[in-house]
């Protein structure tokens, strides 16, 4: 859900006196257009304490629209009796003054994504009669009147109503094309014999963006001489610990009031050449080099987390700024990275990056289309055919990238459940850090040192997004030239050229992740 002019929008789950909000919105709200009586709130605040007291978080689901610290709305899942009669949909509300705003829409859409996520066959729901804007809703998601009946009950004469989500035999809604190609060369190493080369031109099952897939080279290079690199850029660098408090910058009081903000070793502040409102640095310790094999779990959480840090304060401003929050990390010389310390690149925007945006529409749409979540669909679309899928680390699915943007291949991780980075858990942070160690261990062994990882995220509200990360190889075309990985294809036509297939390129990394 977007920001809109009536306020802030966040979800989440229970926290003290949620019981008493949802139960007094229903009463207050069917009281005044409905004339139900006691027995309604009665009803409603036993049945959802029963609720609350049973509630399984592998099970149930329960969704509390907050609008600037105030009650929006709420939607719950009770999954009890899911192997039998489906999985019920309860206690959906949205106050009147936010009614129309969409936030009955994103409720809704997030308890369906969740229930897809569970594999529960069917969702059900009870209501009445003359709900004209909730019927409307409940039709265009899927849902299918089955039932009705007229009954006395809360004081008045109402007619109930069942509606039913058929959650199974969906179909395949997710297409992975690509155009196969061959060149055919006199090869003159073997006496001009005929050689065919494969190719494809894959798209994007999201976007529709094209990668070119090429296969004439192994996936092996020579690793440059390290120390000649590495040697005297100490001297000068601003982020070594016995300057990094001197030349730095720091934010201004109304921002961070302290300038600079510290976890250990690390040090983050503004970046002085930013490229958005605010934009900051985070070094990931006091040591200046690292190899990629000797950066550590503990230490990628540990950076993370001062990064989440910045993130929630700016959050807690209510900067008109807090919206994606994002992190950038360039590691080495091929990924455009201008220093050898090992630095995040952190920033929070409302303004999404291209790809960023590119996907978040898609998402929408597909979501709009299908009435299912595109991460969740795709997770469990690639770990069942098995041939891209890497594994899972806590609630982090690996796998690679059908329509790569990188010449050795893309890794995606996304985190289930998670629509934005700011619900990511210290859990999550520590995961993703192993994964991405077990990814620079795998590509070490194919020569490559560098690589890009950027997070992409939606809000927190936006049920079509899931947080996910893209970790993208760099190396040299030539090293002792220096040549970049990226050409003119990539550079003017946008279109990115991958040097093996996505399924080779898994086999070579899902050992680490077995």
Known sequence: MSPTSTGRLDFQGYTPG?????????????????????????????????????????????????SDGRFAGSIAIDAKLSDTEGARLRWFIVVPARQG???????????????????????????????????????EIGFRLVQE??????????TEQKFVLNLQNRGDIMEFKAQKKETVVLNPAKEMARRSIPSEIREDPLTGRTARICHF??????????????AGTEKTCPFCAERVMQVT?????????????TAEDMVLFPNIAPYDSLGAVATMGS???FPMTEIEPQRITKAFQLAMAFFRRIEALGHP??????????????????????HLQVFTTSSAPNLMREELTAAKTYLERNQSNYWDDLVAREREAGERYLGRIGRTDWLLSYA???????????????NGTLGLSDQDLADIAVGLCRLMEAYDKMGIFSFNMNFFTGRMSDSFSRFHLLFSPRTFFNQSLGTPDIGALRNLFNETLCMAFPEDITRMLKPGFE
């Open 287 to 289: 040591r200046h080099y």
């Open 149 to 158: 009946h007229a009954v006395r009950q809360w004081g008045q004469p109402i």
């Open 321 to 342: 700024e807090s919206v994606y929050h994002l992190i950038n990390w360039n590691y080495m010389p091929p990924s455009g990275s201008s220093l050898i310390h090992a």
């Open 404 to 418: 790569p943007l990188g010449v050795a291949g893309d890794v995606l991780a996304v985190v289930d459940g998670v």
């Open 249 to 261: 910058p720091c934010f201004p009081p109304e921002i961070i009031a302290e300038g600079r903000m």
């Open 101 to 139: 705003s969409g936030i009955g829409r994103a409720l809704i859409q997030e308890a369906v994504a969740f229930c897809r996520r569970k594999g529960y066959r069917s969702i059900f729901l009870w209501t009445f009669e003359g709900l004209t804007h909730a019927r409307r809703l409940y039709e």
């Open 18 to 66: 949620t019981i008493g909000r949802i139960t007094e919105a229903h009463a207050v709200y069917y009281h005044e257009h409905w004339g139900f009586d006691a027995s309604f709130e009665s009803q409603v605040a036993l049945e959802l304490s029963d609720f609350m007291s049973e509630f399984q978080v592998d099970r149930d689901g329960l969704w509390v629209a907050d």
């Open 217 to 230: 080279m192994k996936l092996q290079w020579e690793k440059p001489d390290f120390e000649k690199i590495v």
